[in-house]
């Protein structure tokens, strides 16, 4: 396999927050993620820390599968990492070699910007991780069901999105049946220059648009024939049930935002 | 009781608009269905039986003609009705080819559950229907899987649970088992049994000619028209129309057409079991393979799975290999495969196969052990790439991988990549589409090629690299009978010409024609010889219980044979058989 996406793709552990209802915890979600961007301290940061580990931990996802699949972005992290590190000029220097200088303020504002996306990201990545794309659909549907009085189609994108979600692992796969087929017939993309590399994308691109109108075509009958029609008269399987751990779930992060306006 | 027919068409046309050209897909198709009826529709590829599902299922409306489905008229004279076919889609079940497309969600059970939401059920119906249903295809206990790590055959009854889940009074199968392992499609046979059992209308789209034998009636399309139906006795009696309609006959009434053009009065017959009763006491000893085939010889002596003689062109020493940590693909695999060898690879889903064919084609690293191809090591990257060049790799489904303006240039994109320019490639390229019949394609674009022809013009790229070794994966998946013959037939001259093959296949049919058969089960090699070692009967309970079988003429003849005639030898295809009883029946006579 020449590449493997997983980005937002359920993990099933039957932990405490696969059962809480995604309705209440994509809001707390959003709520922790946007609390991180004003992280400004190091307690702060200490505490944004220990709040997303800890939301890793309770969902009892392997931090492998975490890490992995917010491996695409590390090299945002990095690149954020390096700019402040080397670009930002206050405190004392750390380090000075001809023109670059390495500052304590440089530092620890590298260290922070990129701390604090980190922290998001670990939130985001679990949630993606701990709710189906059906009940990711559901909790978009319900909260964006006051803009759909305004006219937006709230429900269709929630839907787009989760069977988004729920086809990248195919697109995926077969975009790595499709390098591995180039790479046998000689155009393989890590090879030769760069006109050369830029020329043997277009095969695969081609290809996989190809690919993805089938998909799509096959995705309209299924949907059709299982009579979908918007979500105006749908039910749903299970019980939305907004009890004690929701509750739990609620003031937990509550505190968090309390505790971090209270430390800055 | 006399009700409205489940499912009406009168005098139904339809038409595409293709790129300047137009495709009656139908052409006055009149059918009534009663309720309650298995009916299976045969056509080749191309004959309109997907667009006349599209149609029952209520997907699509036709431009001519009338329609009436589950007692609504949704269609008068070629002018829709909207909102009765709104209505009657609530009472139509649709299942089609392939199933990873039908499922719209992550957990197994969420997935039954979107067809009665969206019908707006309460919760308890809901919940009793899934639990139903899962049960119905036995999947209760995959409840809060995941479907993508299922298997082709789970996610397929999957997606029948799904269909059934919405209490559907006519179910509609588009091709269900077209992508199965043999398991896979024998679940799905049973499911439709059950269903069948309670009443539920079904009709079945296919071209497994074996999976027409137990429905009610059969219905077979050519070029958007009805050409026959009736009975599956009826219309397999028709072999030589079925023939032109490029079809196949299932085994049983296959062989017994044979024996009649060979002089033998037999009726036509649709199970082997009722033929051998019929034939048994006419036989007098038949004769079959002049030299018996040595029992118990192929062994799964993992160490010595070669052929002896000639020069090696495929090496795997003792290999293992894992995409994940743990969960082994390959253990412990040797298999040597000599120069112009013919090797049919054959297991279950998820035996190892393909893992084999990657590791092969120098696509993965073994984990442990060594692969050598056509003499290049494949443990280094510098390795693989060379081995690459050396071998030809055609994957599942390669049409999907087709991307250039025409056909020609598809094809010439391996061989200008390796340099070739000029004449030199305009032979490779002239070559290889002469093989696959698409010489006067060569300037059509890919798209507008036929499913057959996308799939020969993806292998005619491969081969005008004019590679020594050739790795198959499925070549025939989803291909109708005559697609499959006409790359059986290109294979068999690629054979002749002495470039060496090595194919995975779920046909025991097709892996009885190779010169030597490589059996996987659970990562390691089962079983390996020649095929009439390894389909002996020593074997045949192995190899059933390891979900795959013996081709059905080597099963019959030990019908026969249990029947007290005796049998010298087995076959293997359903020619020589026939050819025997025949001779054996004279023999009897006389």
């Known amino acids: 396999m020449a590449f493997r996406l997983e980005l937002g793709q359920y993990y099933d552990t039957r932990s405490p927050l696969h059962r809480l209802d995604a309705r209440v915890k994509i809001p707390c979600a959003l709520v922790l993620m946007v609390a991180m961007f004003f992280i400004g301290n190091a307690w702060q940061l200490l505490l944004g820390a220990a709040a997303s580990v800890a939301v890793v931990a309770l969902s009892r996802v392997p931090l492998r599968r975490v890490l992995g699949s917010i491996r695409p972005l590390f090299v945002v992290l990095a690149i954020i990492l390096a700019f402040n590190v080397l670009f930002v000029r206050d405190g004392n220097a750390l380090v000075e070699v001809g023109p670059v200088a390495i500052t304590t303020g440089g530092a620890w504002r590298g260290l922070l910007y990129a701390g604090r996306l980190t922290c998001a990201l670990l939130v985001g990545t679990t949630i993606l991780l701990t709710t189906t794309p059906a009940r990711l659909t559901d909790a978009f549907d319900a909260l964006l069901s006051p803009l759909a009085r305004l006219g937006l189609p709230a429900h269709e994108i929630a839907m787009v999105c989760s069977l988004t979600l729920r086809f990248v692992p195919v697109v995926a796969d077969e975009a790595g049946a499709i390098l591995d087929a180039q790479a046998m017939r000689g155009g393989a993309l890590d090879e030769g220059g760069m006109g050369h590399r830029v020329r043997s994308v277009v095969p695969v691109v081609v290809a996989l648009l190809a690919s993805g109108l089938r998909h799509a075509d096959n995705l309209s009958r299924a949907l059709d024939a299982r009579c979908y029609e918007g979500g105006t008269a749908r039910t749903h399987l299970y019980e939305s049930h907004v009890g004690g751990l929701e509750a739990v779930a609620v003031a937990l992060s509550c505190a968090f935002v309390v505790a971090l306006a209270l430390l800055a | ?590």
């Open chain 2, 1 to 590: 009781m006399a009700q409205t027919p489940a499912i009406r068409l009168a005098d139904v046309s339809l038409v595409y608009q293709g790129a300047g050209r137009e495709v009656r897909a139908l052409d006055g198709v009149s059918l009534e269905i009663p309720v309650g009826q298995r009916v299976c529709v045969l056509g080749a590829n191309g004959s309109g039986k997907s667009t006349l599902a599209s149609v029952i299922a209520g997907l699509m409306a036709p431009d001519a003609g009338t329609v009436e489905l589950v007692g609504e008229r949704v269609c008068t004279e070629g002018q829709a009705d909207f909102e009765a076919y709104r209505r009657a889609r609530r009472l139509l079940g649709l299942v089609f080819q392939n199933p990873g497309d039908q499922i719209v969600t992550s957990v197994v059970e969420e997935d039954v559950a979107f067809g009665p939401e969206n019908l707006g059920l309460p919760r308890e119906t809901v919940r009793r229907r899934v639990d139903r249903e899962l049960a119905r295809v036995a999947m209760t206990d995959y409840a809060q899987a995941d479907p993508s790590r299922l298997s082709g055959g789970q996610q397929q009854r999957v997606a029948i649970a799904g269909a059934l889940a919405m209490d559907p009074r006519v179910l509609v199968l588009d091709e269900p088992s077209a992508l199965l392992d043999v398991r896979g499609r024998a679940a799905i046979l049973r499911v439709l049994g059950r269903l069948r059992r309670i009443g539920c209308t079904i009709v079945h789209i296919t071209h497994f000619m074996d999976e027409a034998v137990e429905a009610d009636r059969v219905v077979v399309l050519d070029h958007g028209r009805v050409a026959l139906d009736g009975t599956p006795t009826e219309v397999f009696s028709h072999a030589d129309e079925l023939r032109t309609m490029r079809l196949d006959m299932p085994f049983a009434a296959d062989l017994s057409c044979r024996l009649r053009e060979r002089g033998v009065g037999v009726p036509v017959a649709m199970e082997a079991q009722e033929l051998a009763r019929s034939l048994a006491p006419r036989l007098g000893t038949v004769r079959l393979a002049p030299e018996q085939a040595p029992e118990g010889r192929a062994t799964g002596d993992r160490a010595h799975a070669s052929v002896p003689s000639g020069k090696k062109v495929l090496q795997l020493e003792d290999v293992t290999y894992s995409y994940r940590p743990g969960l082994h693909a390959l253990e412990h695999v040797s298999l040597e495969v000599g120069q112009g060898e013919r090797v049919a690879l054959v297991g279950q889903t998820g035996s190892g196969k393909s893992t084999l064919l990657r590791l092969a084609a120098g696509l993965e690293r073994p984990d442990a052990g060594r692969v050598v191809v056509a003499g290049i090591d494949t443990s280094t990257k510098r390795g693989r790439c060379a081995a690459h060049h050396a071998v030809g790799y055609v994957m599942q489904h390669p049409e999907r991988q087709l991307f250039a303006q025409t056909v020609w240039e598809d094809v010439a994109f391996g061989p200008r990549n390796m340099g070739l320019t000029g004449a030199e490639l305009e032979a490779c390229v002239r070559d290889a589409l002469e093989l696959t019949l698409l010489d006067s394609k060569a300037g059509l674009s890919p798209f507008e090629l036929s499913g057959g022809q996308r799939r020969r013009c993806a292998i005619a790229g491969v081969i005008a690299m004019r590679p020594h070794l050739l790795l198959l994966d499925e070549p025939t998946a989803g291909l109708d009978p005559h697609g499959c013959a006409g790359l059986h037939a290109i294979l068999d001259r690629l054979h002749a010409e002495g470039v060496t093959i090595v194919e995975v296949t779920h046909s025991m049919e097709d892996a009885a024609q190779a010169d030597r058969v490589v059996v996987l089960d659970q990562s390691r090699v089962l079983l390996s010889g020649s095929p009439a070692e390894v389909f002996s009967e020593a074997n045949e309970v192995a190899l059933i219980q390891h979900g795959l079988g013996v081709p059905a003429a080597t099963s019959f003849s030990r019908v026969i044979r249990r029947l007290g005639v005796p049998v010298e030898g087995d076959a293997l295809g359903v020619g020589e058989l026939a050819d025997a009883l025949a001779a054996a029946c004279r023999g009897g006579r006389s």
